[in-house]
């Protein structure tokens, strides 16, 4: 068993690495399905996607998602703060499904931890919780952005990933970053340029 461990670790960290390469940060084709919708999607878990849960909003969740979005925001500013709550609210409706409620922030579980969620997890799904929101046409100011990441430690910064969206008036990118709370809480979304620079949620 310790020996398992010490390969899914040795995986989780290799996939860290090679995902925190490039620009635009980790390329999502390999963590969800095509033909994903909002009522039947992959959940990512367990860090590093090691563990996926086919789960999906009913048909009342999914009305709920959307009325946490109604009325449209009336500027930028109030839409991103509209998105950082519903993003929890989709956090807590499929934590329910999958268990994974309990996922804390950070990654501070043990990689035996199939709940627990990192950069990766946290990425691949706000992104996924994100496109499901602009396809249904709840946003008015932004429009959903490529994954962005930070840090190599030849820098002495540790990788890190997270996904973003663009303001479409200013262009202005800001990282929706799930992974410094504990589930079901609203993630920061701040600009690009300030994440990038090594911000981190003050403990």
Not at 85 to 99: C, W
Not at 103 to 129: G, H, L, V
Not at 169 to 177: E, F, Q, R, T
Request: with cysteine; charged share 20%.
């Amino acid at each position: 068993m310790k020996k398992s461990y010490a390969f899914l670790s040795y995986l989780g960290i290799s996939l860290f690495l090679l995902s925190a390469c490039g620009n635009t940060g980790i390329n999502l084709s390999a963590y969800r399905e095509l033909s994903h919708s909002p009522e039947r999607f992959i959940q990512c878990h367990g860090q590093g996607c090691t563990t996926r849960s086919r789960t999906g909003f009913t048909s009342a969740e999914w009305k709920r998602v959307k009325v946490q979005m109604t009325p449209p925001a009336k500027n930028a500013e109030a839409e991103r703060v509209k998105i950082a709550k519903t993003i929890a609210l989709m956090e807590r409706l499929v934590g329910a499904h999958t268990g994974t409620q309990v996922d804390r922030a950070e990654a501070k579980a043990p990689k035996s931890d199939i709940f627990q969620m990192d950069c990766i997890d946290e990425t691949a799904n706000t992104t996924q919780y994100l496109k499901f929101l602009e396809t249904a046409g709840l946003f008015t100011f932004h429009r959903v952005s490529d994954p962005v990441h930070r840090g190599f430690f030849i820098n002495g910064m540790w990788p890190h990933n997270t996904a973003s969206i663009q303001e479409k008036k200013s262009g202005a990118i800001y990282v929706v970053d799930a992974f410094y709370q504990d589930n079901g809480k609203p993630p920061a979304i701040i600009p690009k340029e300030i994440w990038v620079a090594g911000w981190r949620l003050a403990p």
